[in-house]
């Protein structure tokens, strides 16, 4: 697979007006909205790197690079991508652009929009085009990159990607903080944290249900990591545990945190204000239901749900989506509610469309015009 | 003092500019319209010298309501504009040749601040510095720092992605915007982004920062404010050749600290701001000087500022001076910002670029440039952001003499050339203008040109927002298949006359070539 195989598929598929189904590994197929397509054009053997220098910490890479690989590639050089999204590693960075999807270090290091330098892509009539640029800083020309990340491969076929990189900070070390007590009581712990002058790489807050299936206990939790040079992390440590008793864990909690999805039917992103989740934390967080995980980053203010296949069925009545429509009935000012998956017959209920609006209609237009890239996955 | 206009000053108006005008001025006020070219003058250039082009007309909307009744005006007449902030940008891009300008910093209020949530909304023509300094007693900052930031408004900071030395840190303008209301060219309003800083859908938000005036203009503008760091420590640290500071600042990028800014100026520069009212008190022998910030929690400040230190002595730094206080800081940051400034005291004019390059490139980039300026015997001041490779070489001249006139332009263009054969970009900060255009075609190829305009075509199919900038005409081969084939309406008026004319039609592309 290359770029000259991608143009050449889209180019036929051009042709019989036949669409396709863009994917990476095929980790996470059915996340999206149910798209129209018999064929499937996958990025899974367009992989590697394509340029490194990692005095320049920039990483250029084929779309269909395992995010596993890109973290082994720059462990090397003790440098690293600080993008984590959910689900599993073997993932490519391609479809991570695609559906600009995020982890617990998105909090500290922005969102995949934040990371990207530049891309190479093919839009549905088969032109090859490149947005941005591979160095760290550039304003040359309108912002394609940015238009294609969280384009769910509507928009064109991502070919090629360079990402910013960091260096491995010296000190990486994660804390569990359990959160007994009454609702009042965890409310005041979370916002002493949370208003604090740390500067957590990722902080998160667990329900029951999501601390015991990563191995934290019967109580909700907040996991906490921080990172840097030896001396910041310490004193964070220990200004930390002025006001907790943080309890040191294996690093490798965030790996299970981000598969905590399982076998999830459902998958529910709310954003809003920071602010908000905490005076909402502690009553959310107090919900034990089995199958059901709730976690909050409450510095970026993004509650997921996860309804995994022990929960509530899709019936349409899931306690999650009861919480979200909560949300949606304060209307775009202040929070965002994001499907990230749910089941084929709940799409029904939900905004039939996320790119309805006139530019987006015509943007598709533009660079789809046979709208045969991933038809119906942001909606119509 | 209050005479109707004479008919002398207006004598090259036209009878339908004339009634462009009055109907302006029914929207906004008689006062906040000018028409007269002597009134216009100031409106010929922005910050970049050797650009000007003369607007037909100038327009200042006093309020959100006006600026959109302003833009419908101009929609129904067909009229192309340009929309304008301080005028302080580099690039050329805020320049209008016998168009509309639309002045938008009488739009300068702070709509709302949201501390708790870290967040505000402002208007357009509110200056960057005056954001910075109304959020300032919470304990918050507005992070994008452009060297004219007392000056420069957040409208202009959006269009153009703005930068500054510290985004090396914290991020340029596109990391710190979160939401905006923008009227279209075609005086449609829409809503771009979220305040809550993501949503589902096509990043339009993203789109639309950077893109210099082509898309509409912004009414208001949510940014995300930063917590202040607890500790600021700022470095300076003298060298005694260039290549040595060079090499220090990839070294310093490589070994993964990440300065809260990390500015690089050489002698010309050094000793020109000595010698002027920003005199800093560095040391005028050095060959090259780096500012260096660190900021964050006191911990690791300190233990990053030891690091930094080893580095740069390690490096063959001849000094490393820690400021002492909040006032040495201020005192030398302010010989930074006021660089350019002060290069007004070697000759009248002034080049100004902006270059990126890869940071592992620095030594033998800024090799290159020194031998350029020998080879064409003209002296250039480079002052710029190391930590991003993000170069400002700039070169002092006169622009009345013809044959150094040839020689600095020679110059600047190898320079530029050296720049993208290194892997960079042609603009980190300042943006395309006019200045870059005929850069474009050498780092983008045909098909990623076409994307840009099929992507402004969105925006403005009419292509009446900032005509002429940022992607040349003739790249735009997909225009009137997107564009619908519809015409622009007024096309005879006067004021647009110049816009530049849509290619030759070709037919709607099928997915074959």
């Known amino acids: 697979m290359s770029t000259e195989a991608v143009v050449s598929a889209i180019k036929d598929s051009g042709k019989t007006r036949s669409p396709l189904r863009i994917s990476g590994r095929s980790t996470w197929l059915d996340a999206g909205r149910p798209v129209r397509a018999a064929k499937m054009l996958s990025l899974r053997d367009d992989s590697g790197v394509v340029g490194y220098v990692p005095g320049d910490l920039t990483l250029t890479v084929r779309a269909g690079t395992p995010l596993s690989e890109i973290e082994r590639v720059t462990r090397e050089h003790d440098q690293w991508l600080p993008l984590d999204p959910y689900g599993s590693p073997d993932g490519t960075i391609g479809a991570t652009i695609a559906t600009a999807s995020a982890g617990p270090l998105a909090s500290s290091f922005g969102l995949p929009r934040d990371l990207l330098l530049g891309l190479e892509f093919v839009n549905g009539r088969g032109d090859v085009v490149r947005g941005g640029g591979k160095v760290v800083k550039n304003v040359a020309g309108f912002d394609l990159s940015r238009l294609l990340t969280g384009s769910w491969g509507t928009l064109g076929v991502i070919t090629e990607v360079t990402l910013r990189l960091y260096a491995l900070p010296k000190a990486d070390r994660t804390f569990a903080i359990a959160l007994k007590g009454s609702e009042k009581e965890v409310a005041s712990l979370v916002r002493g944290i949370v208003m604090s002058p740390l500067t957590p790489f990722a902080l998160q807050l667990l329900n029951p249900p999501a601390a015991r299936t990563v191995g934290l206990g019967e109580h909700p939790v907040c996991l906490v990591r921080f990172g840097g040079n030896d001396a910041v992390v310490r004193a964070q440590v220990s200004a930390l545990s002025q006001i907790a008793r943080p309890e040191e864990v294996d690093a490798a909690v965030w790996t299970r945190f981000r598969q905590l999805d399982g076998n999830a039917h459902t998958m529910i992103r709310i954003v809003s204000l920071p602010h908000r989740f905490l005076a909402t934390s502690a009553r959310i967080l107090g919900d034990d239901v089995p199958g059901i995980y709730t976690c909050i980053d409450p510095r970026r203010g993004v509650l997921r749900i996860v309804v995994g296949i022990d929960g509530e069925n899709g019936d349409g009545d899931t306690p999650a989506i009861a919480v979200s429509a909560d949300f949606h009935k304060d209307g775009a000012e202040s929070s965002e509610v994001i499907f990230e998956k749910l089941p084929p017959d709940l799409w029904r209920g939900v905004s039939p469309s996320v790119v309805q609006d006139v530019l987006s209609q015509r943007i598709k237009r533009a660079y789809d015009p046979h709208n045969i890239l991933n038809p119906g996955i942001l909606g119509d | ?513």
């Not at chain 2, 006093?62 to 690039?91: K, M, Q």
């Not at chain 2, 310093?252 to 300065?259: D, E, Y």
């Not at chain 2, 500012?291 to 990053?304: H, N, P, Q, R, T």
């Open chain 2, 1 to 513: 003092m209050t005479q109707p206009t004479s008919a002398p000053t207006q004598a090259n108006t036209t009878p339908a500019q004339s009634a462009v005008a009055e109907r302006l001025a029914d929207i906004v006020g008689e006062r906040h319209v000018l028409s007269r070219p002597s009134e216009l003058l100031v409106y010929n250039s922005d910050g970049l010298p050797g650009y000007r082009r003369q607007p037909r007309l100038a327009v200042f909307p006093g309020t959100r309501e006006e600026t959109v009744a302003v833009v419908r005006l101009l929609a129904d007449e067909g009229l192309s504009f340009v929309p304008r902030g301080a005028g302080t940008g580099l690039s050329g891009g805020a320049l209008a040749d016998d168009i509309v300008v639309i002045g938008l910093h009488r739009l300068k209020k702070i709509i709302s601040l949201d501390v708790q949530n870290r967040r505000a909304t402002v208007e357009p023509g509110v200056v960057n510095l005056r954001l910075n300094k109304h959020v300032a007693p919470h304990g918050l900052l507005y992070a994008p720092d452009p060297s004219s930031e007392a000056a420069c408004t957040i409208g202009g900071n959006v269009a153009e992605n703005a930068g500054g030395p510290h985004c090396l840190k914290y991020g340029v303008t596109l990391n710190h915007v979160l939401a905006m209301t923008v009227v279209l060219p075609s005086g449609e309003v829409v809503e771009l982004g979220s305040k809550v800083g993501e949503r589902d859908g096509y990043d339009l938000r993203g789109a639309f920062i950077g893109s210099e005036g082509c898309f509409g203009l912004a009414l208001d503008i949510t940014v995300k404010l930063t917590p202040r760091p607890q500790t600021v420590r700022t470095l300076l640290a003298d060298f005694t050749s260039i290549d040595q500071a060079a090499h220090v600042t990839s070294a310093i990028i490589a070994s993964g600290i990440v300065p809260a800014a990390l500015e690089f100026m050489d002698g010309p520069t050094i000793r020109v701001v000595e010698d002027s009212i920003y005199a800093a008190g560095y040391p005028r022998d050095a060959e090259a000087i780096l500012l260096i910030e660190l900021d964050g929690l006191e911990a690791g400040v300190s233990a990053d500022l030891e690091a930094v230190r080893r580095i740069c002595i390690d490096g063959g730094a001849r000094n490393v001076k820690v400021a002492r206080d909040d006032a040495e800081r201020m005192k030398l940051w302010q010989g930074r910002k006021k660089a350019f400034g002060a290069m007004g005291r070697l000759a009248p004019h002034l080049i100004v670029q902006d270059a990126v390059i890869p940071r592992t490139r620095l030594p033998e980039i800024l090799a290159t440039i020194r031998a350029i300026g020998e080879k064409y015997g003209v002296i250039v001041c480079n002052v710029f952001h190391a930590g991003d490779g993000n170069l400002h070489p700039n070169i002092a001249y006169s622009a009345d003499d013809p044959g150094e006139s040839e020689r600095v332009h020679k110059a600047m263009t190898e320079i530029m050339q050296a720049c993208i054969d290194a892997g960079g970009s042609i603009t980190g900060e300042h943006g395309v203008g006019l200045d870059k255009m005929g850069y474009m075609e050498a780092i983008f190829s045909e098909s990623s040109l076409n994307a840009m305009c099929e992507l402004r075509a969105v925006f403005d199919p009419e292509r009446r927002s900032n005509p002429g900038k940022v992607v040349p005409v003739h790249a735009c081969k997909e225009w009137n298949a997107v564009s619908g084939g519809r015409l622009r309406m007024g096309a005879s008026s006067p004021v647009d006359a110049h816009e530049p004319r849509p290619l030759e039609a070709e037919p709607p592309h099928p997915s074959a070539t």
